[in-house]
């Protein structure tokens, strides 16, 4: 059900270079998807340990959109139900 991965660097995220807050946030709605409900018992201690990082590398350095991207995209780069997107794709033009 669930695979454990390392959060994918932000080359992996698009193609594009992410410069402003904007950039961000397209590229996050670009990259949405369902999320898992709940995390398995083994991997939530990684999960969760990966995840304590990334505000900690925005807050020291809260100017680099890399980052930011990093961790608004955790929850669909890491705990993404494969192979489904999210209902709003399908419905707006």
């Known amino acids: 059900m669930f695979e454990h991965s390392a959060a994918p660097d932000v080359a992996q995220l698009g193609s594009g270079s992410v410069e402003t807050a904007n950039d961000v946030v397209d590229r996050t ?17 990684p999960t969760a340990n990966k995840l304590a990082e990334l505000p900690i590398s925005v807050t020291s350095d809260p100017d680099n959109c890399d980052k930011w991207l990093l961790l608004l995209s955790f929850p669909f780069t ?4 494969r192979g489904q997107r999210a209902c709003w794709q399908t419905t707006q033009g």
């Open 29 to 45: 709605v670009q990259i949405r998807c369902r999320v898992l409900r709940r995390i398995a018992k083994a991997p939530r201690k």
């Open 78 to 81: 890491c705990l993404g139900v």
